[in-house]
């Protein structure tokens, strides 16, 4: 596998439902990110891991829990989600300097993410 | 607060004709700046990025953009588009986190 990766593709699950969303990086970055992207509005950022530590945390509820157990996976735990929560979530990654700036970021196909 | 601003929604072209999307940023650091193509149902993809130097870059397909720093400005460009160019474009610019704050997108649609 190369880039970036992540599944499953599409998700359907119910308000009660406990799933977990799966992203690998094969490039060898030092950082990565959770995004959503709705219909009709700017990628928002979720989440950002750089050095596996997380450095921002956007205002997200907290039904959504981040993990990033190393450099090269990141999880997005999710729990009792609500119907506007469906969108598509995007996993990025990029290599990160000590100014906080970054070359750019590579995104993985996303995850269609339907709640009922 | 930074912020991306992009002109159009949705852009509508025959094949041939010449492609301008607008692209405004307000940010008050370095900026590094970067245009996305998202062809449908594909991941998001680079298309160019401007971090310093010559500020008229090219990218693949074609594509150039030119970054005016009084303007705020980094507009994509192409001289004749291809029916193959439709999907949905997204310009960036690094958020200070290592992060990128984009803009809304816009549509282009190109007819064969």
């Known amino acids: 596998e190369t880039g970036v990766t992540q599944t499953p593709r599409h998700l359907v699950m119910g308000m009660t439902n406990k799933k977990s969303l799966k992203c690998e990086q094969h490039l060898g970055h030092n950082a990565m990110y959770w995004y959503k992207q709705s219909a009709k509005k700017p990628l928002e950022l979720m989440f950002v891991?750089?050095?596996?530590?997380?450095?921002e945390n956007n205002s997200v509820p907290s039904r959504f829990s981040p993990e990033c157990p190393n450099s090269s996976h990141l999880f997005l735990h999710l729990h009792t989600l609500q119907p506007e929560d469906s969108a598509l979530y995007l996993c990025a990654s990029s290599q990160v300097f000590g100014t906080g700036m970054t070359y750019e970021q590579y995104f993985g196909p996303g995850t269609r993410l339907t709640v009922t | 607060a930074q912020s991306v601003s992009q002109h159009n929604h949705h852009v509508i072209l025959s094949e041939a004709a010449s492609l301008e999307l607008g692209c405004n940023y307000s940010?008050?650091?370095?900026?590094?700046l970067f245009w996305y193509v998202q062809y449908p149902g594909q991941h998001l993809q680079l298309l160019l990025k401007y971090f310093s130097g010559d500020p008229l870059v090219k990218g693949i397909k074609g594509f150039e953009a030119e970054f005016i720093k009084s303007n705020f400005s980094f507009n994509l460009r192409k001289p004749s588009v291809q029916w193959s160019d439709t999907a949905e474009y997204f310009c960036?610019?690094?958020?200070?986190?290592?992060?990128?704050?984009f803009g809304k997108g816009t549509k282009l649609s190109v007819k064969p």
């Open positions: 891991y750089s050095l596996e530590e997380r450095v």
């Open positions: 960036a610019v690094n958020g200070g986190q290592g992060n990128l704050i």
């Open positions: 940010y008050g650091g370095t900026v590094n």
